[in-house]
């Protein structure tokens, strides 16, 4: 690899550049594999990060003093100029300036042109610096990532008993999901949900690994309580996540299971499954206030818009008007996929986020977050509501919904 010489800086990154090209191009000798402990590849990415920090530091401190330099040649270029002017500039060598003075604009206008194009590759140089730092944060969070995978994955080849303990670990992120676990069922299978968790013995909430029937294992928010396992499947706190999204998010979840996320609406069919379950729903203003509900539900797959069915007092306060042969429905909308109770108007498009919406002015706990109440009325609508609570056109402070098989059903 051929390096042109350029800053200090640029040099330091060629050099580095070409050490691992060569590493890679040149393999050495065969020799017995070794493979690098967790705390090795640690502390290589630690040390890659630090020197892209120190070449992006070098890179910006260069970049100040061209530009200083530049502005004091541009000032002293327009002093040269003034046919009455006979100083120097006081920087520049006095072999420079010949007695008549003519050549002085030419040496500036030379100088300022090394200047520019000099400026211009340290600023390839910068943004290449922080491509190459944006580069090594993701290979860093990757290797974290996969720690977490061995680390929960590892001890299940120990034994059934050990096997047990490391279905429960926890895990840091809601994006690293398992693949279908047929390895793991050989050992131990994996709970349906969290109420068959708090049944194994589990009282401690969290992040745990879960496989509904017919389902692949995802991971889920548990909040154990005294009456047994709750599924978070929605969390409204911050207004850190847009909720303002497509068809398709909705139907596979999206954001953060420890901040604000939606779990999906096919996990939370499959968890459901044929079985009656509860539906809480926690609300929170910005007062202080809370307020619990808790219904009977059942939700229905693709096939129905993931229809949610009612009992009659509960669907009439959600504005669900449709019969079906098992109660109220209330089908799920987004703004791509319009399947509310209004025929006039698209409630998920005149409102905010995905919802069963039903006739628009009922509830809707995934509209747009407020952190003041706004003045003008249509931004109301627009925001988090639950209507037989606070009113329609009070904006919520925080939401969270959570589902349970019925008792009956659970211990089946």
Known sequence: M?????????????????????????????????????????VLAHGLLQLGNGLREHVERTRGQLGELERRLGSCGAACKDPEGSAAPPFAPENLVPPGGDAVPETLRSFQTQLKAQNSRIQQLFQKVAQQQRHLEKQHLRIQNLQSQMGHLAPMHLGHGVAKRARRKRLPKMAQLAGPAQNINRLHRLPRDCQELFEEGERQSGLFQIQPQGSSSFLVNCKMTSDGGWTVIQRRQDGSVDFNQPWDAYKDGFGDPQGEFWLGLEKVHRIMGERGSHLAV??????????????????????????????????????????????????????????????????????????????????????????????????????????TWRGRYYPLQATTMLIQPTAAEAAS
Not at 348 to 358: E, P, V, Y
């Open 282 to 387: 926690q609300l929170r203003d910005w007062e202080g206030n809370a307020e619990s509900l808790q219904f009977p539900v059942h939700l229905g797959g693709e096939d129905t818009a993931y229809s949610l069915q009612l009992t009659a007092p509960v669907a009439s306060k959600l504005g669900a008007t449709t019969f079906s042969p098992s109660g109220l429905s209330l089908p799920f909308s987004t703004w791509d996929q319009d399947h509310d109770l209004r025929g006039d108007k698209n409630c998920a498009k005149s409102l905010s986020g995905g919802w069963w919406f039903g006739t628009c002015g009922h509830s809707n706990l995934n509209g747009q977050y407020f952190h003041s109440i706004p003045r003008q009325r249509q931004q109301l609508k627009k925001g988090i509501f639950w209507k």
């Open 2 to 42: 051929r390096c042109a010489p350029t800053a200090g800086a640029a040099l330091v990154l060629c050099a580095a550049t070409a050490g691992l090209l060569s590493a890679q191009g040149r393999p050495e000798p065969p020799e017995k594999p070794r493979f690098a402990s967790w705390d090795e590849v640690n």
